[in-house]
């Protein structure tokens, strides 16, 4: 019964690094999306994928990259990682779209 | 510009009494609207949705109410539990055109229900 998994939960990263969020579903879901939260905001979506071998941008992807090779996995990678990503980033799938997307847990990052 | 609104930031209920949580919307393409909950360091769950043909869908003590003409949506909860204390997030989408299925997010509702 895991739904949608990210890892990691924490991390910290130093200005100019860069790192890769995991995302994984087991729902058989053809849409995934990620989404970030700032603080007192809602969340925003960064990219989003139709389908294994299609992505597309979303309203905020500056400074990300995804990929999605399977249908299971959505990694999404930071690149020259910003202060203004610090953010909590949200993983989720639909079985299409239009219709109720699931989360996951959500993954921490703070840029120093 | 932010297309979702949730204009009241917190909302504070006695427990057993009504919470009533509002969202106003400016895209008229929007025709497909939900709610969100979502407790700290977790992420969001699905609550309860309505499509733009309905004004009203229930599910137990979660009622949406939707007002097409005044681009406003509400989540009512009766009776209000401790439990139900968490985060809000009012989300549409529009089913045709280049935003098809994209969800647009409202700031949330933080709601504290004290017993």
């Known amino acids: 019964n895991a739904g949608v998994t990210q890892t990691p939960k924490f991390r910290i990263l130093k200005i100019g690094q860069s790192m890769t969020l995991q995302c994984a579903q087991d729902?058989?879901?053809?849409?995934m999306y990620w989404y970030r939260q700032d603080p007192g905001m809602g969340l925003k979506l960064i990219y989003y994928?139709?389908?294994?071998?299609?992505?597309d941008k979303g309203e905020v992807p500056n400074g990300y990259n995804v990929s999605r090779s399977t249908t299971e996995d959505f990694p999404l990678r930071l690149e020259l990682a910003a202060p203004s990503q610090t953010s909590v980033y949200f993983c989720a799938s639909s079985y299409s779209m239009g219709n109720t997307i699931y989360f996951g847990e959500g993954s921490w990052l703070t840029v120093v | 510009d932010q297309q979702v609104k949730q204009n009241s930031p917190s909302l504070s209920v006695q427990e057993g009494r009504i919470s009533i949580l509002n969202c106003d919307y400016t895209n008229s393409m929007f025709d497909y609207f939900l709610w969100y909950k979502k407790y700290p360091a977790e992420g969001p769950t699905f609550l309860i949705s309505i499509s733009s043909i309905k004004d009203k869908n229930e599910d137990g003590r979660f009622t949406v109410f939707l007002n097409k003409s005044a681009k406003h949506l509400s989540l009512h909860i009766v009776p209000s539990q401790p439990g139900d204390s968490a985060v809000y997030f009012c989300?549409?989408?529009?089913?045709?055109?280049?935003?098809?299925?994209?969800?647009?997010f409202g700031q949330g509702t933080i709601l504290t229900v004290h017993p």
């Open positions: 989300a549409a989408s529009a089913r045709g055109g280049t935003s098809y299925g994209k969800l647009t």
């Open positions: 729902m058989n879901h053809n849409y």
């Open positions: 994928s139709v389908g294994a071998g299609i992505t």
